[in-house]
């Protein structure tokens, strides 16, 4: 085993708004490095993560990738990562991942492994690879990491909810470790998202082991497994400051160092979404709604296009769900109506989708100044929305980076614990 050595170090591309980095601080990281090319994003970032070196811009760029390259000084610990990757889903039996254009931006991280040789990577992406091709995919995406014997490399999906997070967020990592350094290995979470079968309303079998993680799910002190209320309940009144004391171990975990929730303001719904919500239990959608209220205009006012008929247009699965108290949220995305609130008929603040993720409150959103070069022109809220959406829960970005810290023989013993457990 190597020398205990403190800090590690980490450079994480693609970075986002930084739930990933935020993370791996947690567990004892220094992220001496990070690049993403949209400008908000990196307003958040920057905000966040001020001793960290942003390379703001294209990662295709090469004059970017050298910033990156230049950052570090020295041997690097992990190279982190979540290249988007668009054709993976597309390609072909034999097809090379590395071959294809439209897969640069995971070539890019290939290209960066291959140059700053850190002595660990991770790799992280949407679960639906998992599957492709019958394995294929992931089989090749290990091979292209393991840059013919370099390193040892494993995959897996982690679902953020058996680490912590109060939702269900499952994502396929890859964890690879220099050869000689040991074997990789993927944390072992709780799997309690494997036992909720029936999802967001259903019961657990009474067996042992669903009662078991039943108990746990109900106790407010204990933070392996966390409910929507759990995360939430102190959030209930919208605004910058605190109304009640943290109701359970995850929202004091949350709160510390926090003077207050910002962004804490409800998502903007029509009186017509009121009405509907309303009408929906927690944990339920759209199904749940009476036929009276399935029509599109419940009252005087019309709004959207004319002529989409009479019936109103969202009804798909994903369509007016609100949460359920007593259960692992839904898995938020990019938008702020992913969920509504279970016990107000109103949307979630920026603050509660950023919960749901696991952001600790002190972690702030914000966006560039508006008409900056490369935004994304679809509003400041909805930016924040989607910064959020598109993150990785710290939570689990935590417990992989203790994963590879632990592989590494370099676990810090003063890094910042998983929310209380
Ligand atoms: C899924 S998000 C990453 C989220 C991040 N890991 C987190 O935890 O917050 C993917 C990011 O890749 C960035 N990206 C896409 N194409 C890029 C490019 N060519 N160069 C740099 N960044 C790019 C996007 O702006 C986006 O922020």
């Not at 567990?27 to 090319?37: E, N, T, Y």
């Not at 294209?58 to 004059?63: A, G, K, P, Q, V």
């Not at 759209?286 to 008929?309: F, I, T």
Request: hydrophobic share 40%; glycine share 10%; proline share 7%.
């Amino acid at each position: 085993m190597d020398a205990v050595r403190s800090p590690l170090t980490a450079v994480d591309l693609f970075a986002g708004a930084g739930g990933l980095s935020c993370g791996l601080e947690q567990a004892g990281f220094d992220v001496l490095a990070a690049a993403d090319h949209d400008p908000d994003v990196c307003a958040t970032y920057r905000l966040n993560f001020p001793t960290t070196r942003l390379v703001e811009g294209d990662l295709t760029n090469r004059e970017n990738r050298e910033v990156v390259i230049d950052a570090v000084d020295g041997e690097l610990d992990l190279l982190a990562g979540g290249p988007p990757c668009q054709a993976f889903s597309q390609m072909r039996n034999h097809d090379r991942l590395l071959a294809d254009p439209r897969n640069r931006l995971y070539r890019e991280f290939v290209d960066l492994l291959s140059v700053l040789l850190p002595r660990a990577l991770v790799l992280e992406n949407v679960p639906g690879m998992d599957q492709l091709k019958g394995g294929a995919v992931r089989q090749q995406i290990e091979e292209d990491l393991s840059l013919d014997g370099e390193y040892d490399v494993t995959s897996g999906v982690l679902d953020a909810g058996d680490f912590g997070a109060p939702q269900r967020r499952p994502r396929l990592v890859f964890i690879g470790v220099k050869r000689g350094l040991g074997a990789p290995e993927l944390p072992a979470g709780t799997g309690i998202t494997r036992l909720l079968r029936n999802g967001q309303c259903g019961g657990l079998r009474p067996d042992e082991q669903r009662a078991y993680w039943a108990e746990v799910l109900r106790n407010p002190d204990d933070a392996r497994a966390v409910t929507a209320a759990q995360a939430l309940s102190d959030l209930v009144l919208p605004g910058d400051e605190y109304t009640t004391e943290p109701a359970s171990a995850f929202q004091r975990a949350m709160r510390v160092r926090s003077a207050g929730p910002q962004d804490h303001a409800p998502s903007r719904i029509r009186d017509d979404t009121v009405a509907r919500l309303e009408a929906i239990p927690p944990g339920g959608n759209v199904y749940d709604l009476p036929e009276r209220l399935m029509v599109r205009h419940l009252g005087e006012r019309k709004w959207g296009p004319a002529g989409n008929g009479e019936r109103l247009a969202r009804r798909h699965y994903y369509a007016y769900r609100r949460l359920h108290p007593d259960w692992l949220a839904w898995t938020a995305n990019t938008k702020a109506d992913f969920a509504y609130h279970y016990s107000v008929p109103r949307g979630l603040s920026v603050r509660e989708a950023a919960r749901i993720q696991s952001f600790p409150d002190t972690f702030h959103f914000t966006t560039a100044p508006p008409g900056t070069l490369g935004q994304l022109k679809n509003g400041a809220r909805h930016s924040r929305y989607r910064q959020v959406g598109n993150a990785v829960p710290p939570l689990l970005g935590a417990a992989v980076g203790r994963a590879v810290a632990d592989m590494l023989g370099a676990r810090r013993r003063d890094a910042t614990p998983a929310v209380a457990v």
